[in-house]
């Protein structure tokens, strides 16, 4: 309860510093619209030159991609730690954070949050809706239950990959550059897995399971039955990689001495 | 001059020092243009060609675009935005030396780096991965060598207008990005220009964005004929000299203003 009290703290404070910066704020909500909108050209432009894509339709793929948004949309509004070495570890951060009594994972959450990303989630149920009206999807009762079991897996599979790579900065002290790239491998989710070849369809569904993100949990509502397997996977896995993360991190924690100073 | 090449030098010993990042940053955009090159593959499916190129072209415009853009890639925007927002841009301005020209020499420093030990050999492991072509032709490579020299300014120039606005905005981590996501498109390097539709064509070709990347790469996979080539070198050269003025007007007018935030 008191982290649930905390939370609702460090949003108000957040909202707060925020409207400091109104101007950019409002820059910063356009360039996701932005990022979103790009991503739609590039399958929209790509559909001008043919008319399946592995077998899957325009509308089809899009609607993975509005989907995709959504648990992308919470990962990035909660989990932005792909500065955290530079941040926590170089700067010495973790020392101030370690002195409180929050478990430091989530204080780093809290600290790190950026809640404006949480649009991409209305831009993606938009994208999905329209795509699903151009299918002529219908919507049953379970559906919404559903949806959001499998954005809160998707998020935590991001989230969970994302946490282990941070992880890597209490063992080794150079700096990182897998984050940003990493952002760009998880791209690869949004797309039908059966167009990649076999190992790097292996790696997006276990080793970095991308695909459930995006492809797996949205074939569920596209009626892929063949997929439907996999989209019922999506929260175990989400489950399992995030407390995996969790427990590295733990360790990581632990193995921490501070950059001095 | 040799204080220029002094920070280009000292760039490049302290990218040195972290290499081994590069080792995984390879490995990465190996995985990208992979997954890019299946994704073409899936889109090309049956067909032989589209816009005149071959599936084999493709291939070799998408590792070659991701390759180049290791080289003309760098992070000036986010240091200057940085260093103004920390207050750090007060003792760069006492210095003797021209900011700009420093931040754009350390962004070669790290281009020529990252040319060496992230796009040549990145693009050898991925040529033996994926079915690439490379022109036998010499010409072929002069053009492409000036083409990405020019590529690197007009990127670098674009940085630095984007560095520049913090004077103004304070905070400017949105635009930023918003940057990076256009050029990304626009630039050719997610989609050859070709592929736009004709009146998308005709906007862009009034934009110094291609000239980052659509540029070099086709000039790299022989999709564009000799002349072809060099009018499009040409265009970038003009890109160039006109995004001088917009940086030297910001700059004279961000000097005026300057708010040191801290420090």
């Known amino acids: 309860m008191f982290y649930i009290a905390i939370f609702f703290q460090y949003v108000a404070q957040y909202m707060k510093t925020r409207m400091q910066y109104r101007a950019d704020l409002f820059v910063e909500i356009f360039s996701d619209l932005l990022f979103q909108a790009v991503n739609l050209i590039f399958i929209i432009v790509v559909f001008g030159h043919t008319n399946l894509l592995g077998g899957w339709t325009r509308d089809e793929i899009i609607f993975i991609y509005g989907f995709f948004l959504v648990p992308y949309a919470l990962f990035s509004s909660f989990f932005n730690i792909w500065d955290f070495n530079e941040r926590y570890i170089v700067k010495g951060e973790l020392d101030r954070i370690l002195t409180r009594p929050i478990h430091s994972l989530f204080q780093i959450v809290l600290e790190r949050m950026e809640l404006e990303s949480l649009f991409g989630a209305v831009t993606g149920i938009a994208v999905m809706i329209y795509a699903g009206n151009s299918l002529g999807l219908e919507i049953s009762w379970t559906d919404p239950f559903l949806f959001f079991l499998f954005v809160i897996g998707g998020m935590l599979v991001y989230g969970g990959i994302f946490v282990m790579i941070a992880c890597i900065s209490f063992w080794a002290d150079a700096r990182t550059s897998i984050m940003p790239m990493m952002y760009n491998i998880g791209n690869y989710g949004r797309y039908p897995v059966d167009i990649y070849n076999s190992v790097i369809r292996f790696v997006l569904t276990w080793v970095l399971p991308f695909a459930f993100v995006g492809v797996y949990p949205a074939s569920y509502f596209l009626g892929k039955e063949e997929w439907f397997l996999y989209s019922f996977l999506t929260p175990v896995i989400g489950i399992v990689f995030f407390g995996i993360s969790i427990l590295t991190w733990n360790s990581g924690v632990k193995r921490y001495r501070g950059a001095g100073n | ?263």
């Open chain 2, 1 to 263: 001059m040799d204080k220029y090449i002094e920070m280009i030098r000292i760039r490049f010993l302290m990218m040195l020092a972290y290499r081994t990042n590069y080792y995984t940053g390879i490995l990465i955009y190996s995985i990208n243009i992979g997954a890019y090159y299946f994704l073409w593959s899936a889109i090309y499916g049956e067909k032989d060609a589209i816009e005149g190129m071959s599936v084999i072209q493709m291939s070799t415009y998408v590792a070659v675009a991701w390759m180049a853009r290791a080289f003309y890639f760098n992070n000036i925007d986010r240091e200057m935005a940085a260093e103004i927002k920390e207050g750090k841009v007060a003792v760069e301005l006492i210095r003797p030396y021209n900011y700009l020209g420093m931040k754009t020499m350390q962004g070669l420093g790290e281009g020529i780096f990252r040319l060496f030990f992230f796009s040549v050999p990145g693009m050898a492991i991925v040529s033996f991965i994926f079915p690439l072509q490379f022109s036998a032709d010499w010409t072929t490579w002069l053009f492409f060598a000036v083409s990405i020299l020019l590529s690197f300014l007009i990127n670098t120039q674009i940085n630095l207008l984007t560095g520049i606005t913090t004077f103004f905005l304070y905070n400017n981590t949105g635009l930023i990005r918003a940057k990076r996501v256009v050029i990304d498109l626009f630039s050719g390097l997610l989609i050859p220009i070709s592929f736009f539709p004709v009146w998308a064509q005709d906007i862009l070709r009034f934009l110094p964005f291609q000239g980052i990347s659509y540029v070099p790469s086709m000039i790299f996979t022989n999709s564009f004929s000799n002349n072809e080539a060099i009018q499009a070198i040409i265009m970038q050269g003009v890109w160039v000299l006109i995004l001088i003025m917009p940086i030297q007007v910001l700059w004279i007018i961000a000097k005026k203003q300057l708010i040191i935030q801290g420090g």
